[in-house]
């Protein structure tokens, strides 16, 4: 079968750039060997946050900041398109302090951000606001932060993505090798070729054999992320202490997460992780320990060597588009990814982002 572009993945990154295309006219097929979203995205937390997650990194932060402000239009035109639910809310963050030194240095983290509301509570006024915390030295509150239901998220990219003409098939790929002008991938059931093929595969995408050209160096990076039942004083915002977040859904439970585990493609829950989480929970929200467990989930994020996205055109393999290396923020940058590699296959746009971001940055002189 041929195809004008072929999408290696259906996770929060896939369907975001499968309905991006569609949107914009372009025909796509999505492979998959699991249901959309099954891999990392569905352990995500979907926290909308790159004013906590950038604090060290400037293209991360400057990244997250520009996927933050498509995000009110992107959840309306899917909520339209797909015709279903997506629970998204702009709750704000509060990074929580458990000590001088670092009541501190949030001070001075929110001086830096001008032009970024930020407000610092002091003890007294953090617990008045928020009862159900626990001893504190203090808050930060970021107000434009909060977050999406990333597995919602991921099923109502994909259904605009159907509506809109994308196929989507059960299959694996395992190689892609240039035939001619286009590009050929060998899957478990057969090869297909396409014009482009965006290979956003997650921590999985260096398993492919890609001839001509060498994939980026991904590592899985374990994530396990708790549910809890929740009824203490109502939780209004995202608290980000120093140990764990927790994430309060409209349904009144709690999303407590996550560790952050370098022991390869192991997606098992385990009994240390879940008591780390547990514990840090608890050192913030002291009525946690009578919350309900109702579950733990397990992803395996995807890591380049610098932590950051792998983004645009292969320069040895033409046709060939990576979308992989999320990280801890592929839900975040999910509709600025898409956008990116839209123009790229539509109009050959190169964003200015993709002289960090590309490919080929761990080859050079190779
Ligand atoms: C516990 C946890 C909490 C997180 N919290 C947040 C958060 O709050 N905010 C945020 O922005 N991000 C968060 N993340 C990170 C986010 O979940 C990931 O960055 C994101 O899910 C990556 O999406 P992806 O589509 O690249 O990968 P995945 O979701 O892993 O999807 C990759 C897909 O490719 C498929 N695939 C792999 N190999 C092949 C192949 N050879 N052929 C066909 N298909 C293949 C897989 O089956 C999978 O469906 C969190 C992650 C974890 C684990």
Redesign the pocket.
């Known amino acids: 079968m041929s195809v004008p572009v072929l999408i290696?993945?259906?996770?929060?990154?896939?369907t975001a750039v499968a309905c991006e295309l569609t949107a914009r006219g372009v025909a796509c097929t999505v492979?998959?060997?699991?249901d959309?979203?099954?891999?990392?995205?569905?352990?995500?937390?979907?926290?909308?946050?790159p004013y906590v997650e950038g604090h060290e990194n400037g293209p991360l932060l400057d990244l997250g900041i520009r996927s933050l402000a498509l995000y009110d239009e992107w959840v309306a035109r899917l909520t339209r398109d797909a015709g279903l639910d997506v629970e998204y809310r702009r709750v704000g963050t509060l990074e929580i302090a458990l000590d001088a030194d670092h009541a501190a240095q949030l001070r001075a983290t929110s001086a830096r951000d001008a032009g970024v509301t930020r407000t610092w509570l002091d003890p007294a006024d953090a617990r008045a606001r928020h009862p159900a915390l626990g001893s504190i030295a203090g808050a930060l509150f970021t107000p434009t932060h909060g977050?999406v239901a990333?597995r919602q998220l991921t099923a109502a990219q994909a259904a605009a993505a159907v509506k809109g003409g994308a196929a989507f098939h059960r299959?694996?790929?395992?190689r892609i090798e240039r035939g001619g002008d286009v590009l050929r991938v060998i899957?478990s059931t057969g090869a297909l070729t396409a014009r482009s093929v965006v290979l956003?595969?997650?921590?999985?995408?260096s398993?492919?054999d890609v001839a001509g050209s060498s994939i980026p160096p991904l590592r899985p990076v374990?994530?396990?992320?708790l549910h809890l039942g929740w009824r203490g004083h109502p939780i209004e915002t995202i608290i980000w202490g120093p140990e764990c977040y927790i994430?309060p859904r409209t349904d009144g439970s709690l999303l407590v997460?996550?560790?952050v585990e370098d022991v390869g493609f192991d997606e098992r829950a385990t009994a240390a992780g879940v008591r780390d989480l547990l514990d840090a929970a608890c050192d913030l929200l002291p009525g946690g320990w009578g919350a309900t467990f109702l579950s733990v989930?397990?992803?395996?994020?995807?890591a380049a060597p610098d932590d950051l996205p792998v983004l645009g055109p292969d320069e040895r393999m033409p046709g060939l588009i990576h979308?992989?290396g999320?990280?801890?923020?592929?839900?975040?940058?999910a509709p600025l990814t898409a956008r990116l590699i839209a123009d790229w296959i539509v109009d050959e746009k190169r964003d200015p982002a993709f002289a960090v971001l590309h490919p080929n940055r761990f080859f050079r002189g190779v």
């Open positions: 290696v993945g259906a996770g929060v990154i896939g492979i998959d060997e699991r959309a979203g099954g891999r990392a995205t569905q352990a995500s937390a979907g926290m909308l946050a977050y990333a299959t694996r790929a395992t899957t956003a595969a997650g921590a999985w995408g398993d492919i374990r994530g396990q992320l994430v997460g996550a560790t989930n397990v992803g395996l994020r995807p979308a992989s999320h990280y801890r923020n592929g839900v975040l940058l």
